[in-house]
């Protein structure tokens, strides 16, 4: 059998143009030969839908689009993602669900088992679980299909398994051939490496093919990787879509491949493309054709316009240079180095009038008081305001350009170098933003050296470094991976990092940086454990005072 697996980028709720998308892939499946065309995991609807699927109007737009979609198919077959709607009196009715196509009708509908409800996964809040597993001939294969967390839970790869059923196991008893997993999986790095040794063990214990098939593309903060798989009975890989783009390829099951060893690329060409996508994704959506960044001279605004130039093309791509009377000659010469060697637009705008202006019309509330973080921070709120301003005036995307470290503790200011549309290195930390521009400058210098190699600092103030409030990026990331990523606690930590006092105060900053965090801009996810939907943390506790 010759199936083709198409990966596609849909777009949430845009029923007509996914139909489309999934229908334009049957179509040129099926004229380069194939018998089946296999779409990814709600492909009609684009995923994650949320509360959408929660509008009765919604449910039956997909529906009738789920039909029409039938009506268009002919002897070929053809699998997508959609929802289905029952009358049962429990629970939502509701149900994640591949449908098969062919002859012009829907033939078969296999639901979701396995409703997954952790990280960035919110199932169960929306979808009811399959009652059993089934299998269905077609042409001269017995299709076994499942849908994306079904097939996350064999016996054979997993040491701890989050359910006790294994809905993929039971079509392989019953008879399946072929196995079919249609996919939302979002990307983590290191996540693509885990898939194929997940898949390969499967395939090769089970002795039965396997077709992955995986969307593509950014849906806010989730970033989707493509690369959809084919493995043999024997567990090789034979097939892999693109990463980072659409496709469309041709598996045969009767052909013979060589396997395919190489899967990822290094860390930061990973990163980079995934943030590249992830800004891309979120402007075309959107409807935003330019992106505004405020350059400080930093490493962080200098990575981040590197990206979005990368992402959007250095003609929509726009730079603020906001200098007060703390910031450094060589920060603005810095700046112009970078946009020379990116070949972007700019405007420099001082902002020290401003500033000075708002301490006069606040001195006599202050009454006197010394300065401290008030007036620091004042320097950055009148920069997020002429940011979002220039962004009112000309529909600008505004880049914020804060890092994870930074996040993390709290070492950035709401309404200030916070304000902004999307966060893009705010799952990144800073010992690995030093990482990646070290990548971008391999061949040539692109980031100016003298950026990559000052002290950090916010230039708030005289002298300032980043070091007068946080331990050293290295010892700061360590503890940061561990505690948000590992789930690690302080006595845990301190048995690896010999700092007792450091972390107790880093975690305390963490702790009650939550309410910055609930008012951020969406972060692209590239870790296993990003801010944003997928790390739920109260603002209010007594856990850690």
Request: aromatic residues 8%; glycine residues 6%.
């Amino acid at each position: 059998m010759k199936i083709a697996v198409a990966q596609i980028n849909p777009i949430i709720g845009d029923i007509k143009g996914n139909k489309k998308k999934i229908l334009d892939s049957y179509f040129d499946g099926v004229k380069q030969g194939a018998d089946l065309v296999v779409c990814p995991e709600l492909s009609l609807l684009g995923y994650p839908p949320l509360d959408m699927v929660e509008k009765k109007e919604f449910r039956k737009a997909v529906q009738i689009a789920a039909e029409e979609i039938a009506s268009e198919t002919k002897d070929a077959g053809l699998i997508f993602g959609s929802i289905h709607e029952t009358d049962d009196d429990i629970g939502t009715n509701l149900y994640n669900s591949a449908f098969l196509c062919y002859s012009g009708k829907i033939k078969f509908i296999q639901h979701k088992t396995l409703i997954p409800n952790y990280d960035v996964f919110d199932e169960m809040r929306y979808f009811e679980c399959s009652k059993d597993a089934e299998i269905h001939k077609f042409k001269d294969q017995i299709l076994g299909i499942s849908i994306c967390e079904d097939i996350w839970n064999d016996k054979d790869y997993w040491k701890k398994r989050l359910y006790q059923n294994d809905p993929v196991e039971l079509q392989v008893k019953k008879g399946a051939t072929l196995l079919i997993n249609i996919s939302a999986s979002p990307y983590s790095y290191g996540k693509r490496l885990a898939r194929k040794e997940m898949l390969s063990t499967l395939a090769r214990q089970d002795k039965v093919k396997l077709i992955y098939a995986c969307n593509v593309g950014a849906q806010s903060e989730l970033i989707f990787d493509g690369a959809s798989m084919c493995f043999d009975e024997y567990g090789n890989l034979l097939m892999l879509g693109k990463l980072y783009e659409n496709d469309l390829f041709i598996y045969d099951t009767e052909k013979i491949y060589s396997p395919i060893i190489k899967l990822e690329n290094s860390f930061e060409e990973e990163i980079i493309d995934a943030l590249t996508l992830g800004i891309k994704d979120y402007c075309n959506k959107l409807g935003f054709k330019k992106a505004l960044i405020g350059l400080s001279g930093g490493i962080d605004s200098a990575l981040v316009t590197y990206i979005a130039v990368r992402a959007l093309g250095k003609e929509n791509v726009h730079v603020l240079l906001l200098p007060s009377k703390y910031s450094s000659e060589g920060s603005v010469k810095d700046s112009l180095k970078l946009i020379a060697n990116l070949g972007i637009s700019h405007e420099e705008i001082s902002i020290q009038s401003v500033v000075d202006a708002t301490l006069e019309s606040l001195s006599k509330f202050f009454n006197g008081k010394p300065e401290d973080r008030t007036e620091e921070n004042i320097q950055s709120r009148v920069r997020g305001q002429i940011l979002m301003a220039i962004s009112n005036k000309f529909g600008y995307l505004v880049l914020t350009t804060g890092n994870k470290s930074e996040l993390a503790t709290g070492y950035a200011t709401l309404y200030g170098d916070m304000c902004g549309g999307l966060a893009v290195i705010a799952d990144v930390y800073k010992t690995d933003v030093y990482r990646l521009s070290n990548y971008i400058n391999r061949k040539k210098e692109i980031i100016p050296r003298e950026i990559i190699q000052k002290a950090p600092s916010a230039e708030l103030k005289p002298n300032q470094t980043d070091q007068d409030t946080l331990p050293p990026y290295e010892v700061l990331d360590k503890i940061l991976r561990m505690y948000l990523e590992e789930n690690k606690e302080e006595q845990e930590i301190s048995d690896i990092v010999k700092a007792n006092e450091t972390i107790s105060k880093v975690l305390l900053m963490v702790d009650q940086s939550e309410y910055k965090r609930k008012q951020a801009a969406p972060a692209l996810r590239v870790s296993n454990k990003a801010f944003g939907y997928g790390r739920r943390y109260p603002i209010v506790q007594g856990w850690r005072k």
